[in-house]
C-alpha cells in the first residue's frame, strides 16, 4: 500500500450478486481478497477504476475466476505465481503501468481475451501482445503471449536441466582428479613407510581408478540425447531399404503371374489346336457322311470357297501321311 494512503474497507457482501463481484470505483488500494474468497461461487471479479498498485501475495488463490477486469489501475507488477488462475478466460488490465508479464502466463492455457492497451510495455512485449485495438485484436494477444510465454518457459526448464547436468559432470570429474591426488601422495607415503603401506595405497589406486572409469558412463549418459541425430538417420535408411524391398518384390510377384498366365494360355492353345485337328481329321477321313451334312448348313456364297479349301487341305493331309507311311527304302 503507497504510503500515506488509508486503507479503504468496502463490505463485499454488498457487491456479490450470483456469481459476479462489482467492486470497482471503490478507491481501494488493497484487495479483500480473503472476504471473496469465502464467496465460492463468485467467478466474475471486477475491480476496475481504483488505485491499485499490486494484487498483493494471496490474490493467485482465487484460482476459480473466469473473468477478471483490473482495468484503470496503477498496477506496475504482476505477481510470479499469476499462472494459477487457471480457469481464467477473460482479462482486463487496460490503463496500467505494466512493463512486462510474468513467465508463468504460459498457464493459462484456457486465456481467450487479454487486453494490454495503455501500458508502457517493452518493445519484445508489446510486438508480442499487439495493438489490442479490437475483439480479434485482443484474442490474438491472448493467444500469443500464452504460447510464447508456455515455450519460453519450456526452454528456460530444459537450459536449466542441462546446466545442472553439466555441473553434475564437472563436479564427477574434479572428484576424480582430487581422488588421483591423493593416490600420488599415498604413493609416496608408502615409499616411506615401507611395504603395508604398498598395499593400502595399491587397493587406494584400484579405487580411485574404478572412479575414474565409472566418470565417463555418466558423461556418455549426459551426450546420449545430442546423438540423436544419427539415430533417426539410420531409421530413416531402414524404411527407405523396407521400401524398396517391398517394391521389389512387389515387381517379382507381378512377373510370376505374368509368366503363370502366358504359359496357361499358350497351353490351352495348344490343345484346342489338337482337338479340332483330331476333330476335322475323324470328320474328313472317317465319317464324311457327317461332313456332308455339315456342309448343308453353309450358306451358299461362303460354300464353295469352304470346299475347295477343305479339299485341298485333305489332299495335303492325305500327301504327308502317305509319305510318312512309306519305308525309306521305296523314298
Known amino acids: 500500500m503507497p504510503k500515506g494512503v488509508d486503507k479503504v474497507k468496502v463490505n ?33 471479479l471486477d475491480l476496475s477504476s ?52 510474468p513467465l508463468s502466463f504460459g498457464r493459462l492455457r484456457r486465456l481467450r481475451y487479454l487486453d494490454l492497451k495503455g501500458n508502457p510495455l517493452t518493445p519484445a512485449w508489446q510486438k508480442i501482445v499487439g495493438c489490442c485495438s479490437t475483439l480479434k485484436d485482443c484474442q490474438q ?25 553439466m555441473r553434475q559432470a564437472s563436479s564427477s570429474q574434479l572428484a576424480g582428479s582430487g581422488d588421483g591426488d591423493a593416490s600420488s601422495t599415498s604413493n609416496q607415503s608408502t615409499k616411506a613407510n615401507g611395504g603395508e603401506a604398498s598395499k593400502k595405497t595399491g587397493k587406494a589406486n584400484k579405487k580411485s581408478k574404478s572412479k575414474k572409469s565409472g566418470a565417463p558412463t555418466e558423461n556418455e549418459l549426459t551426450i546420449k540425447p545430442v546423438n540423436a541425430g544419427p539415430i533417426k538417420s539410420t ?40 482337338i479340332n485337328v483330331l476333330i476335322i481329321y475323324m470328320i474328313m477321313f472317317k465319317n464324311p457322311d457327317i461332313a456332308d451334312k455339315l456342309v448343308e448348313y453353309i450358306p451358299h456364297q461362303y460354300r464353295d470357297w469352304i470346299l475347295t479349301k477343305t479339299e485341298i487341305f485333305r489332299l495335303r493331309v492325305t500327301d504327308w501321311i502317305s509319305e510318312f507311311r512309306t519305308p525309306p527304302e521305296e523314298h
Open 235 to 274: 531409421t530413416n535408411q531402414k524404411s527407405n531399404q523396407k521400401k524398396k524391398s517391398t517394391s521389389s518384390s512387389k515387381r517379382r510377384g507381378w512377373l510370376k503371374t505374368l509368366s503363370g498366365v502366358a504359359f496357361s494360355s499358350l497351353m490351352t492353345f495348344l490343345l484346342l489346336f489338337m
Open 141 to 165: 494477444a491472448a493467444k500469443n503471449t500464452v504460447n510464447i510465454c508456455a515455450n519460453y518457459k519450456s526452454e528456460f526448464i530444459e537450459r536449466e536441466r542441462l546446466a545442472a547436468q
Open 12 to 44: 463485499v457482501k454488498e457487491r456479490v450478486e450470483d456469481e459476479n463481484c462489482d467492486l470497482s470505483l471503490s478507491e481501494l488500494t488493497e484487495i479483500p481478497v480473503r472476504e471473496i474468497a469465502s464467496f465460492k461461487r463468485v467467478v466474475f
Open 50 to 101: 481504483n488505485r491499485l498498485a499490486t494484487l498483493g501475495h494471496n490474490f493467485t488463490t482465487l484460482t476459480r475466476l473466469i473473468k477478471l477486469d483490473l482495468s484503470k489501475n496503477q498496477i506496475r507488477f504482476l505477481p510470479e505465481d499469476f499462472g494459477h488462475l487457471e480457469h481464467l478466460r477473460h482479462l482486463d488490465l487496460y490503463d496500467n503501468c505494466l512493463e512486462h508479464l
